[in-house]
Every structure is written in structure tokens, then in C-alpha cells.
């Protein structure tokens, strides 16, 4: 664990060290049109809902084949439960909502989920 955070201090510290150089002038913010315009996706029109809704799908198809997958196969399903489960918390606080001590709860459930699912799948490498 002590190498993971050393290394995790090591990657982020030149990012950090920027943070505080950077002036503030020169930093552009782009629209979500624009963005939209130079990414090529300016034709789709796609929801938060709908996002939600297909995750929430996925996460369904892929509970039922859960139990004929590998070990790494079941990971990966409990990951994509973490966003299916995860999704409409975060969506709600990108619109502005507030976080309740049950979405809290959730996000902390999850994450440790998430965490313990990815080093499992690390662990493999």
C-alpha cells in the first residue's frame, strides 16, 4: 500500500507543481458547444438519462451471466455495477444537488467496491 501511495505521489506532484504556475489569464474555457464541434459529436444529443438507463442495463445483462465468468469476469461486473449504481449520485451532484448522507454512504460502499474489484484485477498483471 506504502508503494502505491509513493507512486501516486510521484505521478500527480509535477501536476501539482504546474497547478500554482499557471496563470490564470491564459486558461480558456470552452463551451460544451464548442466542445461538441471539435470533438465530432456535435450531431449527437445524448441524455444523462439515457447514460444512466444503459448502464443500469448492462449491469442487468451482466449480473445474469455473472456466474459462468472467471474471477476477473465477476470484477469487471461488479465495476460496472459501481457506475450503474454510482451514476445518478453523480449526476445529481453535477446539476447542482446536494449530497445526502445516504448518497454518501453509497459513493463510500462503492468505492471500496470499485477499489477491491481493480486490485483484483491488477493483481493478475
Excluded: C, W, Y
Excluded at 472467471?70 to 446536494?98: D, E, H, R, Y
Amino acid at each position: 500500500m506504502k508503494k502505491l501511495i509513493a507512486a501516486t505521489l510521484l505521478a500527480v506532484a509535477p501536476f501539482a507543481a504546474l497547478a500554482h504556475t499557471t496563470p490564470s489569464s491564459t486558461l480558456v474555457e470552452i463551451s460544451d458547444v464548442a466542445l461538441a464541434e471539435v470533438s465530432g459529436q456535435a450531431g449527437l444529443n445524448i441524455s444523462a438519462t439515457t447514460i444512466i438507463s444503459g448502464l443500469q442495463q448492462v449491469s442487468s445483462v451482466a449480473n445474469l451471466i455473472k456466474p459462468i465468468l472467471p474471477s476477473q469476469g465477476k470484477q469487471v461486473v461488479t465495476l460496472i455495477n459501481v457506475a450503474a449504481t454510482t451514476a445518478p449520485v453523480v449526476n445529481n451532484l453535477v446539476n447542482g444537488g446536494t449530497l445526502s448522507t445516504a448518497d454518501l454512504g453509497l459513493l463510500i460502499r462503492n468505492g471500496v467496491s470499485a477499489g477491491i474489484a481493480i486490485g483484483s484485477l491488477s493483481s493478475g498483471l
